[in-house]
């Protein structure tokens, strides 16, 4: 599943560390020649994204990597810029 930028200039894809498994990461890519621009930080399990209005800014939900516990997470919200 690909997230486009409002101004359709990039887009972030959820992909998995392994095949078969839960998207884990998202990596953003320049839309006019998909050349993947950066991997984002690794989380368990990597929900949705969001893009700003002005497409220079994107978040992230996802759960934390730090949590072990199977019966308690932690939900976190990671907001980037464009490079």
Do not use: Q
Not at 2 to 14: E, G, M, Q, R
Not at 23 to 38: I, M, N, Q, S, W
Not at 50 to 66: K, L, M, P, Y
């Amino acid at each position: 599943k690909s997230i486009y930028s409002p101004d359709l200039k990039y887009y972030l894809c959820a992909e998995a560390a392994e095949p078969g498994r839960n998207p884990d990461h998202f990596v953003l890519y320049r839309t006019a020649d998909g050349k993947r621009l950066e991997n984002l930080r690794k989380m368990a399990v990597a929900y949705n994204a969001v893009w700003s209005t002005e497409s220079n800014r994107f978040a992230i939900v996802g759960v934390s990597t730090t949590d072990t516990s199977a019966i308690h997470h932690r939900e976190e919200l990671v907001v980037y810029s464009v490079p």
